[in-house]
Each structure stands twice: as C-alpha cells, then as structure tokens.
C-alpha cells in the first residue's frame, strides 16, 4: 500500500509536470542575453516588492518581513559569524609553509575584491569562483585543498566579503561564446526543476520570495549571494556557496552534485551577474 | 466399509487433491532471490541513466538500499517491492530530466 502511494504521487507529480508544460507560452530566444536578463530580474523583484529597497535585497528574508527584521538588527550587535570571521582573518594572513600567503595570489592583495567573483577565465575557459581560486591558491603554494562545505573554507571567504562590504557585484560576462554559454548554463539549472519535489532554484527564490517554508521566509534570488557565507542559526554554523547548493538539492530531495561541480559555478555566475549593481553584505546571517 | 464411507473418504481424498493442487495459485508465492536480482538490476540501471543525465533523487537511492536490506535478511517480498519502487521513481527522474530540457524556459523571468 505504502509502495502505491508512493508511486501514485510520483505519477501524479509526473503528470502535473505533463500539464504545466502543456499549458506554458511559447518561451523565449535561446540566444543567451544577460543584460537584458538582469534588467528583467531586478524589475520582477522590484515589482513584486515594491516598498523594499533595491539594496536592501542583498538581506534577503529581513527586507520582506519586519519582525524579523528587528531580531536579526538586534542579532547584528554580537553577530553570530564573528568567531568565523576572525577565524578568516587568521587564516588569511598566516603565511603557508612556503612563506607566501593567500594574498599573494589575488589582485590588490585579496583585500574588497569579493565582488568580481566569480570571473569568467578566458585561458581556462571556465568560470572561476573565490572557493576555486582559493583552493587553487592552496594548491599553487603545496597545500591541501580546503573542503568546499566545512567551516575553515567560510571563515575564509567571510573575511573576504567583509573586506568587501558595500562594493557593488561586478560580474563581467565577455564577449566569449564560451562565457555566454557558461552563464547561460547557470541560468538553465537555475530554473530547472529537479529532485522528488519537482523544485526549481526559481520555484523557492522566484515564485515564492516572502512566504513561509514550514519557519523559514523564502529570500528572494536578487541579491541572495551577497549576503554569503551565512551563517545559519538553524544549522548551528556557517555556510559556504557550496553548501547552501548541495542542501537546496538534497533538500527537494534530489541528489546534489559534487561541490564546485562545472553546474554549481555556472549557477553562481547567473545568480552573480544578475545581481550586479547590489552591495555585498557578507558575512551574513539567517534562521 | 459402508458405500457411504468410501465415498465420504473418496471427496475427502478428492477435497485434499484440489486444494492441494489449487493452493500455489491461491496463496502468493513468496518472491525469489532470482525475482530480487532481476528488479534490482532493471532499478540499478534506471538510476544509472538518471546519474547520466545528472538528476538522480535521493529516495530512488532510500529505495534500492531498502530493497538490498531486506535481500540480506531473506525477505524478498519486500526486497522486489522496494527494488520495483525504486525502479518507477528512477524512471520518474528520467521523465523530469527530458521533460526539462526544454520546459525550464517557461519559467524564466522576462
């Protein structure tokens, strides 16, 4: 009976998509255009909250809700990310056993350069996030590579987008059939609907900016990798792009790719440039 | 022995002979290990072709470990269950995976 009933909502699943594709438009060109894109993107945002903020989006569910909001502004007194970021700043200047340091490896030493990441690498061809260029910098320099999701990769990266509080995102996204196509594939797994739950990144973060998730408000895609790494009360820790990745997927019940998978830094130069002209706001925190 | 008796023991004999015969078509025969192996391969490969097309779900993985579970305790009615669950849900990931390759589109903002 249980084997039925499982079976039964998949189908039923199945054939709502059926119908949902059914009943769509037309879409639109393929032709990747990412300017008029993210024109798009701000104003449906803009519309659908129209007393919010433009740079206030990079708060994510403390610009849609006030009680929140009054908690999280009280929060920010001792903010929960402060161990974190001091952890980073260690880090950061602590040379490696080479003698050089993470700021070797950066322009203008890694100080506020949070919001040019990620890049498009016109050599490699591919899109480079500050965790890959990180670890890369590791690796350039005889060290182990740092994982993706634990606490020592967040506090890095923490500390780098503090140092980058208030610059405006700037994702360039040249003039290069390879990056058009990278930003074009972020923005097809970005809408993309996957797992058991047939979810889309744009289901939660498009469709349903503001409302509740059981006790969680849904943020809204504009400006929602500004505010990153988070640390999330929730999970009693930080949160780095990847992690917050990996946990949407498992949590619509599909299985996550591997960290820094070519999909996820595709996903993040989308989500990126569509955000462009917004402050970074992290580290930041969230239920 | 009476006329009545040895019929009485002729139906009771026949009555022995039916249900036995009939009893492997009315009672559920217990699922084989052979059955097991045959719906767990065709489940394994469904989900391998949803990992090729990188969309494999969590529950299709809950489901083919539940099925190998109860494999290795002998219970093989819930091992093919759990084997053909998985096996519809990996096929369910393989529609959503087609099925999206185009659809995504629709739900862009423009």
């Known amino acids: 009976m249980v084997f039925c009933f499982t079976r039964s909502r998949v189908y039923l699943a199945v054939a709502a998509l059926a119908t949902l594709c059914a009943t769509q438009p037309a879409g639109a060109s393929d032709k990747p255009d990412p300017a008029t894109d993210a024109k798009a993107f701000r104003n449906y945002f803009v519309k659908k909250f129209p007393n919010v903020k433009l740079e206030d989006f990079v708060n994510g569910p403390y610009a849609l809700d006030q009680d929140m909001r009054r908690q999280w502004e009280e929060k920010e007194q001792f903010p929960p990310y402060e161990f974190s970021l001091e952890k980073g700043k260690e880090m950061f200047a602590k040379p490696f056993r080479n003698g050089k340091r993470y700021a070797d490896c950066f322009p203008d030493q890694g100080i506020g350069i949070r919001q040019n990441y990620p890049h498009f690498d016109s050599n490699e061809g591919k899109v480079i996030t500050l965790e890959v260029a990180l670890n890369r910098c590791r690796e350039a320099n005889g060290e182990a590579p740092l994982s993706y999701v634990d606490d020592e990769m967040a506090a890095l990266t923490a500390y780098m987008a503090f140092t980058s509080r208030g610059k405006p995102f700037d994702i360039k996204v040249p003039d290069d059939p390879r990056a058009l196509e990278a930003y074009q594939n972020g923005k097809r797994y970005f809408y993309t609907r996957r797992g058991q739950l047939n979810f889309s990144c744009a289901t939660c973060h498009v469709q349903n900016p503001g409302e509740r998730m059981r006790a969680e408000v849904l943020a809204p895609a504009l400006g929602i990798l500004n505010a990153m790494p988070i640390y999330r009360s929730e999970w009693g820790g930080m949160a780095t792009i990847s992690r917050r990745f990996t946990t949407c997927n498992s949590q619509i019940r599909g299985v996550p790719l591997d960290p820094q998978d070519e999909d996820y830094r595709d996903l993040e130069y989308f989500l990126s440039y569509v955000s462009n002209g917004l402050p970074i706001s992290g580290p930041g925190a969230r239920p | ?110």
Do not use: C
């Not at chain 2, 009672?27 to 394994?44: C, I, L, N």
């Open chain 2, 1 to 110: 022995m009476s006329v009545i008796e040895a019929k009485l023991r002729i139906s009771m004999f026949s009555l022995a002979a039916v249900l036995l015969i009939a009893s492997p078509a009315s009672v559920p025969a217990a699922g084989s290990e052979t059955e097991f192996k045959v719906a767990y391969a065709a489940a394994e490969a469904a989900d391998k072709e949803a990992g090729r097309l990188r969309n494999q779900w969590t529950v299709t993985a809950a489901a083919l470990a539940a099925a190998k579970k109860a494999a290795d305790k002998g219970d093989f009615d819930q091992a093919i269950s759990a084997a053909k669950e998985a096996e519809a849900l990996a096929k369910a990931s393989i529609f959503q995976a087609a099925s999206e390759k185009e659809a995504w589109k629709q739900l862009q903002i423009r």
